[in-house]
Structures are given as structure tokens and as C-alpha cells.
DNA sequence: CGGACTATTGAAGACGTTCAAGGTATGTGG
DNA sequence: CCACATACCTTGAACGTCTTCAATAGTCCG
């Protein structure tokens, strides 16, 4: 779904809590994840942190950075990462039809950060698990990455709690709600969905609203 | 209501809760606010509104529709408006300044809407109306409609909850203790911030991060 | 003047946070 | 293979911010 024509030399592998981008820095590269997950974050004066981005396997990160600014925000592995170097040049300089999957990317990622506004500005800690979970779901599928109704999940509590905003013991009691509920499994780094649906009903999603 | 006659008129007007666009239609052109204010937003299904984004005179109504995709949120008039209308057509039948301009502001919009993310996710509800404020404060001065310290503010205490993701009563209070605190003048449709600075640092915006 | 929207106030309650402790898993080096 | 350290998960109790509901006052505009 992700192949294209990469020189391997132009690989490149992360350990968690690496910086793949610094504030302020111009970036090594555009990154093609090919395996393992990243996150951009904000960090405020007194330690509260927000993640405003993830990264998953075939996204590429960012796409804005092509749009001509800085990083506003760092960008660190999750995980272990493999990933595919790609030059940090201006739109126009591409082939049409990449053009074309570009402005697709930078669509889609304007797309879910609206998305996530509306999480979490209006959704209850329930729901906005709910959405987090179908979201992750829904992409990994997308990429290829899930196997029936299950996929990795490798971030921790802590993690969502940084994505939903919430703190790490509602995260965790809220699970537990989700779990007794019989809405998801989710243990040793893997999430099941029994009833995707069900959950995405929970998620309060407008119809016809995607996720992915 | 109107005859449709219609003359090729590249200005149009709007009044407030006229729709600029409507979820899943293509819209009838890019609109460059001239005078007035709009906003998109999404509902749930149970009332519940947030606010994703405000459209200032000079802004772009959305820079994102050239991307190529049906908008998924409405955008409607909070006051009066006038507007240019510009055709929708993919930036790469702009001319290359007008495309450069058109990345920095998608490019904006992105940090915007990523900044909100972090306000959303992680601050209480003076730190919410501080960055709104400012944030409003500083793209009208950039527009050119700042007088000294104060600018116009049309929005109505239940839009800037629903833009802040608070309950317009919470607003109320809030914009109360700000007011006793000096931190605002907000009547008859006026803000006044008396020291910017200190307005700042109430909303916890990072050093350096620009809210425009 | 009348009607509709907007702002303000009070009281009660819910949802999520905070603090603190204990328990479980995971990986590393001896 | 075990000992140990570290990170992660879980639980309880008390608290606080924000919400909800309801009623009153103010403002705008035909």
C-alpha cells in the first residue's frame, strides 16, 4: 500500500524518547514511518503536556513542514521506529500526481485535528476513549496493520492521557468502564474490538464522519 | 426570494446565521472576509456545539477547500459580512506568489488549530479565555483593526463557549474574575486588554508562540 | 411597548483531579 | 536463574472545577 522506490541508505531507525524534530529546528527530513509509532507534543510551563499529533506506520511526518515554517513542536518516537528519509522541499517541486497525495495528507491531517477539537472540547472521558481507540483502530486497518478486530497498541496510559486530556488514573478507570462493558480488550499492547459499531457510537462521531 | 439575476459580482454579503458553506456541498467559492466575522463548527447529535475555527476580516474562508475535499463542518455568519469571492480551484493553478501565500496560510491555520488543541486538552477556564482574547486581540491588530488597546468583539458569551469548550454560564463568572482581576475590558461589543503582556501569561502560552 | 435574545446570579451536584499507596510487569546485570 | 530497579498499572479517599437547572435582570430592535 506504502511501497515506493526508497534507496536504502536513505532509511532510518529511532529508539523511544528520540526527537525525530526539535522546536525551532529545521528537520533532518521528511519521515515515511515504516514501522513503529511518534507523536508531537507541547509541553506547558508546569509540566502539563498535550499530544497534538501521532504518527503511525505508513503516515508521513509532517506534511506541513513542506508548507515553508520551522517546527512549532517537537516530535518524538513512541516506539522503536523504521523510517524512510524523504527531502524537505517545497510542493511545487514534486510531480503532479505526488502533488495530488500530498494535498491529500495535509487534508486529512486538518481533518482529524478538527476532529480532535470537538473531542476535546465537548466529549466526556468515555467518549473521547471511544474516538481515540476507533481512530487508532481505523488506521491501522487502513495501513494494513490489523489483523481482524485486533491491532498493536503499544502507547501506555500515560500516552492517551497526554492525546485524550485527561490524567493517567481516569484513563485508567475509564478502561476499566470500557473493559466491564465489554466495548474493548486491551492488554499486553494489543486492542480488541468485539463490536467496532458499538464503539463508534460510543465515540459520539457525527454520521458519515471518518476517522481515519 | 431573490431574483436570480445575479450580476458576476465578485463581492457577496451574508447575514448573521446565513451559511457560508454547508457540510458535504460544494462551496460556491473561497470568500475573503472583508468586514465581519464566521465560524465552522460541528454538532452533536444531543446539542452539544464546538466552535473548530473564526474567521477574521482578512481571512480566508478555507484556505483548505482548495485541497480538493467536500468541507465536513459548516461555516456560518456570526455578523454581518461582506466578502470577495475567489474561485476554488487546486493551488496549482495560482500563479507562484499566490501560492506561497496560500501555504503560509494553511500553514497557519495548522499551528492555530494546534495551539487550540493544547488549550482544549490541557487548560482551565481562564487560561481558555486568555488565549482566546489574546488571540483575537492579536489578529485583529494584525488586520489592521486594533485602535490602541482595544479592537472590536462581536462574539456573544455562548459562541465564545462553545469556541472555549466551557458552559456559557462558566464564561460568565470567568470573564468576571478577569474583569476584577484588570485582565480585560469587555462591554458592548469592545475589548480592551490594559497590558497584553500580562494577558499572555495568564492563557500559558509557550514563549515564542505566536497566536495569529 | 413588546418580544427575543443575552447576561447575570444562586444552589446543588457530577465528573474528573489530586495525592498517596500498593501491586504488577519488564528488562538488566550478577 | 534470580535479584533488583524501573516503569507501568491499579485502587481509595478527598477535593475542586465546571456543569446543570432555574430564575431574574438587562439589552437590542422592530
New interface residues.
Given amino acids: 500500500m506504502f511501497s515506493q522506490v526508497v534507496p536504502v541508505e536513505s532509511h532510518v531507525h529511532f529508539r523511544p524518547h528520540q526527537f525525530l524534530a526539535r522546536e ?1 529546528e529545521q528537520p533532518e527530513a521528511l519521515f515515511q514511518l515504516q514501522e513503529g509509532w511518534a507523536c ?1 507534543y ?4 508546569d509540566g ?3 499530544i ?2 501521532l504518527y503511525l506506520p505508513g503516515d508521513y511526518c509532517e506534511p ?1 513542514w513542506l ?3 520551522l517546527p ?2 517537537p516530535v518524538v518516537a513512541l516506539t522503536n521506529i523504521r523510517a524512510a528519509r524523504m527531502p524537505c522541499r ?3 517541486h514534486l510531480p ?1 500526481d505526488r ?2 497525495q500530498f ?2 495528507m ?2 486529512d ?3 482529524r ?2 476532529n ?3 473531542t ?4 466526556t472521558a468515555l467518549e473521547r476513549l471511544a474516538h481515540l481507540l476507533v481512530e487508532l483502530f481505523e488506521r491501522m486497518r487502513h495501513a494494513g496493520l490489523a489483523y481482524g478486530q485486533q491491532c498493536a497498541m503499544p502507547l501506555t496510559q500515560m500516552e492517551i492521557a497526554d492525546i ?2 485527561l490524567t493517567p488514573v481516569h484513563v485508567n478507570r475509564t478502561l476499566q468502564t470500557m473493559r466491564a462493558k465489554g466495548l474493548v480488550e486491551l492488554q499486553s499492547k494489543w486492542l480488541r474490538i468485539p463490536d467496532l459499531a458499538a464503539l463508534r457510537d460510543v465515540a ?1 462521531v ?1 454520521v ?2 471518518s476517522l481515519i
Fill in positions: 525551532n508531537r507541547r509541553l506547558l510551563s502539563r503536556r498535550q497534538t499529533s506541513h508548507l515553508g515554517k512549532t513542536q517545497s510542493p511545487s503532479p502533488q495530488q494535498w491529500k495535509l487534508g491531517h486538518i481533518e485535528q478538527s480532535w477539537l470537538v476535546l472540547g465537548r466529549k485524550t486530556g459520539a457525527t458519515g464522519e
